[in-house]
C-alpha cells in the first residue's frame, strides 16, 4: 500500500484493471489473480524493492563448495543478502525505481520472457513453502483495498519510506493511510 501511494500512476494502473476484470459488482476474489497480471507485477516489485526479509534467515554449508570463488567449508555460516541481490545494477535495470512493468512480460506473458531471478522467499530446500499461499493472499487483499477504497495520505501529505532494522524489515514510521470507500 506504501508503494501504491507514493506511485498514484501505479495506483491507476491497478484500479483500472481491477475495473476491467472484476467490476464493481463483487468482491475481487483468489480466482481473479490469473486474469489480474498488473496486480501481480505490483506485488512481485514490492517484494523486489522492500523485501520482506531483506537477510534471509541463517543457513549452514553441508558440505565444502565454491561460490563465486570463494571457498566455502562445511558447516560455514551462510547469510544471503537478498536486499543487495534485488538492487544490484548488473541485474536489474534502475533498481531503485518501482517499476512493477519489469515483471510484465513474465508475468502476462507467461514466463516467456523471464523476469531475472530473485529471491525474497529464499532458495533452495528450506525455500519458503508459504510462498504460493503468501502470492495469492497478498495479491487478492490488494486487489480488494484497490477496488473497494480510494485512498491518500490524509493530512501527513508524504509517506516516509525509510527502512528499518530487523530480521523482517519495518518502516520506520508506519504507514497512516485515509480510505474512503466509492460512492
Ligand atoms: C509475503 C509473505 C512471506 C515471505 C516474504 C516469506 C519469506 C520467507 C523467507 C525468506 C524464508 C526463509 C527461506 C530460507 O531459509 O531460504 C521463509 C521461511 C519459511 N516460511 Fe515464509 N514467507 C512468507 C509467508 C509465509 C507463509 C504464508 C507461510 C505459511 C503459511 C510461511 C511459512 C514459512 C516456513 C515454515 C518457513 C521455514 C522453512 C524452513 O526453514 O524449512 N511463510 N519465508
Request: with cysteine.
Amino acid at each position: 500500500m506504501a508503494q501504491l501511494l507514493t506511485h498514484p500512476e501505479t495506483m491507476k494502473k491497478a484500479r483500472a484493471e481491477i475495473d476491467a476484470n472484476v467490476g464493481t459488482t463483487r468482491l475481487a476474489e483468489e480466482a481473479d489473480m490469473a486474469s489480474l497480471p498488473y496486480i501481480q507485477c505490483v506485488v512481485r516489485e514490492t517484494l523486489r524493492l522492500r523485501t520482506v526479509g531483506p537477510v534471509i534467515v541463517p543457513h549452514e554449508a553441508m558440505e565444502d563448495c565454491t561460490v563465486a570463488g570463494y571457498c566455502i567449508t562445511r558447516g560455514t555460516m551462510i547469510l544471503v543478502n537478498a536486499w543487495a541481490i534485488h538492487r544490484d545494477t548488473n541485474v536489474w535495470d534502475a533498481p531503485e525505481e518501482f517499476r512493477p512493468e519489469r515483471f510484465w512480460d513474465d508475468i502476462a506473458g507467461g514466463g516467456a520472457v523471464a523476469a531475472p531471478p530473485m529471491l525474497p522467499f529464499g532458495l533452495g530446500r528450506r525455500r519458503c513453502p508459504g510462498e504460493g499461499m503468501a502470492l495469492r493472499i497478498v495479491g487478492v487483499t490488494v486487489a480488494a483495498l484497490v477496488q473497494c477504497f480510494e485512498w491518500d495520505v490524509g493530512d501527513v501529505g508524504a509517506v516516509d519510506m525509510a527502512e528499518g532494522g530487523g530480521l523482517t524489515m519495518p518502516m520506520v514510521t508506519p504507514l497512516v493511510a485515509v480510505c474512503r470507500p466509492f460512492a
